[in-house]
């Protein structure tokens, strides 16, 4: 799905702009007031596929500035501008003089994102479908053409076949257009769907061959997280990402209850080659399970629902690993985070515990551990008040501070260490007493 981020102070041609992006071009939206706010979110994400912009917004020189930092960064990223000219034209820039010719917006918007007029009056998708470049990482071959896409010009481009399908490819094949800058790989709209399919079926043979060792598995796992986690927030839930998201959840269950020592098991995770994200998720799920174990909870479901609940918690805060690493009020409030961005830390615990009801093979109860877990009894905002939730969300609150201790002293070139004495003070009641005393337990024995 294009990402495009439109500044429009007029809000009925922000209006009219917004429903025709949306409903005939499919696009990611994402609205920004000005120039400083667009290049804000640029300096993080930087894969936007078009900006829309005024010439001016409450005077601001918001073409300019944004034109500007284009050039100076080398970011080919298209660029349409409303009512004016730019100081300095590039092959990526379109200009509207006319800035309420929203049919005109629309149609620019559509050559530049690859949809031809026929897709566009039909109201499809366009022809091709980017795949992000890392996806082919785990794949020998593909079951479909590649391709690449190679811009022309401010509003066309050329899509070059680069892998036939069937052909034989290696990592390093892939290594190296990564290298060279390539994100994502295009595959025919017609095809995506099978090689979603494709591309899941692979990864779930890879997770669970008996060829593989356990740190092995650990990256093979961890390079599906991010693949089905994206999957899931751009697609929903299907049988392919359902399919991958179980498989995972299931061998976390398993590499617990297989592991002899919980350190063994954090080790081989915190200094795998995976996103902090999985390894956040993974661990929470073993040391979550090591507690349930220690204080004998009786759920029978309980190491499942928490592996679920691990993998699912900052499904929100997808590919913003500054803003999983919030975890209190007062951090929050230091951030000096955008409006949306707070409100998306704010919130995501209730809105990850609504997602996960859509999987309709997560165990029951999962959906409240989520809302739970920065310990909010309605999944908005944090507290540390957590003695009147359930146990199975206490164990994953205090599982979850614990791990994002240890990540912090990784990354701050520390060793990690046990963080107990800061997790009594954080949660001062009894009942956190008892679970914070059984990691004790498990922590001492292995020293």
């Given at each position: 799905m294009a990402q495009v981020?439109?500044?429009?102070?007029?809000?009925?041609?922000?209006?009219?702009?917004?429903?025709?992006?949306?409903?005939?071009?499919?696009?990611?939206?994402?609205?920004?007031?000005?120039?400083?706010?667009?290049?804000?979110?640029?300096?993080?994400?930087?894969?936007?596929?078009?900006?829309?912009?005024?010439t001016q917004v409450e005077g601001e020189d918001s073409a300019n500035l944004i034109n500007s930092y284009l050039i100076e960064n080398n970011l080919e990223i298209s660029l349409i501008v409303l009512g004016g000219k730019l100081a300095q034209s590039t092959d990526h820039s379109v200009t509207i003089q006319n800035d309420k010719d929203w049919e005109k917006v629309i149609s620019t918007s559509a050559k530049i994102l690859g949809i031809n007029?026929?897709?566009?009056?039909?109201?499809?998708?366009?022809?091709?479908?980017?795949?992000?470049?890392?996806?082919?990482?785990?794949?020998?071959?593909?079951?479909?053409?590649?391709?690449?896409?190679i811009k022309k010009s401010a509003t066309e481009f050329q899509y070059v076949k680069r892998i036939h399908n069937g052909d034989q490819f290696s990592k390093d094949s892939i290594m190296r257009y990564m290298d060279q800058g390539l994100e994502f790989f295009h595959v025919p709209k017609e095809h995506?769907?099978?090689?979603?399919?494709?591309?899941?079926?692979?990864?779930?043979?890879?997770?669970?061959?008996?060829?593989?060792?356990?740190?092995?598995k650990i990256q093979i796992m961890g390079e599906s997280y991010d693949i089905a986690t994206k999957e899931i927030m751009n697609y929903g839930f299907n049988s392919e990402t359902i399919q991958l998201t179980d498989t995972i959840i299931d061998n976390m269950v398993k590499n617990f209850e297989k592991s002899p020592e919980m350190s063994n098991l954090l080790h081989k995770v915190i200094n795998s080659k995976t996103g902090t994200a999985y390894?956040?998720?993974?661990?929470?799920?073993?040391?979550?399970?090591?507690?349930?174990?220690?204080?004998?909870?009786?759920?029978?479901?309980?190491?499942?629902?928490?592996?679920?609940?691990?993998?699912?918690?900052d499904i929100m805060l997808n590919d913003r690993d500054d803003l999983s690493k919030i975890n209190s009020f007062e951090e929050l409030e230091k951030s000096q985070l955008?409006?949306?961005?707070?409100?998306?830390?704010?919130?995501?615990?209730?809105?990850?515990?609504?997602?996960?009801?859509?999987?309709?093979?997560?165990?029951?109860?999962?959906?409240?551990?989520?809302?739970?877990?920065?310990?909010?009894?309605?999944?908005?905002?944090?507290?540390?008040?957590?003695?009147k939730l359930p146990d199975l969300s206490k164990v994953f609150i205090i599982a979850h501070h614990f791990v994002l201790e240890l990540i912090k002293f990784k990354e701050n070139g520390g060793e990690p260490k046990p963080v107990t004495e800061e997790l009594f003070k954080r949660y001062p009641s009894a009942d956190a007493a008892i679970i914070i005393k059984a990691l004790e337990r498990t922590l001492k024995k292995k020293k």
């Open positions: 981020i439109l500044i429009e102070s007029n809000k009925t041609m922000n209006d009219l702009l917004s429903i025709n992006l949306t409903t005939y071009l499919g696009v990611d939206l994402i609205h920004r007031k000005n120039a400083q706010e667009a290049l804000n979110l640029l300096a993080i994400l930087p894969s936007i596929d078009l900006i829309i912009t005024n007029e026929e897709v566009l009056a039909k109201k499809a998708i366009p022809d091709y479908v980017q795949v992000p470049a890392r996806y082919f990482l785990n794949l020998e071959s593909c079951n479909c053409d590649v391709f690449i896409r995506h769907k099978n090689f979603a399919i494709f591309l899941s079926n692979k990864l779930v043979d890879k997770i669970d061959s008996p060829l593989l060792n356990e740190t092995q390894q956040r998720s993974h661990m929470t799920s073993v040391v979550a399970c090591e507690v349930i174990k220690n204080l004998k909870l009786p759920d029978p479901l309980a190491n499942e629902k928490m592996a679920f609940a691990a993998f699912f918690h955008s409006e949306e961005d707070w409100d998306l830390v704010f919130n995501h615990a209730n809105l990850a515990s609504q997602l996960i009801k859509n999987h309709n093979e997560a165990p029951v109860g999962t959906d409240e551990i989520i809302r739970h877990h920065h310990g909010a009894f309605n999944g908005k905002g944090f507290s540390n008040a957590i003695e």
